[in-house]
């Protein structure tokens, strides 16, 4: 089993900048990818970007250029910069093991303000 807690959502005005984490814990050695997913009210559930072990990136046309995603050690994070107000959602640290095993965090609220 992995646990995945997230940490760093909150409020921020247009254009600002937030910086979630993601800790993981358990049988982290089995961790393959990560990534983060994002929900925003009255929509499914999408794609921020991921990455691998070996820290090969990969990101929605949407944040392209504006958020980077790293990972150290158990812990994963994501660098939003110039948000806006369409970023607005429940950000979702994702964990996929070996045998494709998938787990999920129980996300952190980002409002953007305009």
């Known amino acids: 089993q992995v646990q995945l807690v997230e940490s760093g959502g909150g409020l921020v005005q247009t254009g600002g900048s937030l910086r979630l984490s993601c800790s993981a814990s358990?049988?982290?050695?089995?961790?393959?990818?990560m990534g983060w997913y994002r929900q925003a009210p009255g929509r499914q559930r999408e794609l921020v970007g991921t990455i691998t072990r070996d820290g090969t990136t990969n990101y929605a046309d949407s944040v392209k250029g504006r958020f980077t995603i790293s990972r150290e050690n158990a812990k994963m994070y994501l660098q939003m910069n110039s948000l806006k107000p369409e970023d607005t959602a429940v950000y979702y640290c994702?964990?996929?093991?070996?045998?494709?095993?998938?787990?999920w965090g129980q996300g952190t609220q980002v409002t953007v303000s305009s």
């Open positions: 994702n964990a996929v093991a070996t045998l494709w095993v998938t787990y």
């Open positions: 358990g049988m982290i050695f089995s961790i393959v990818n």
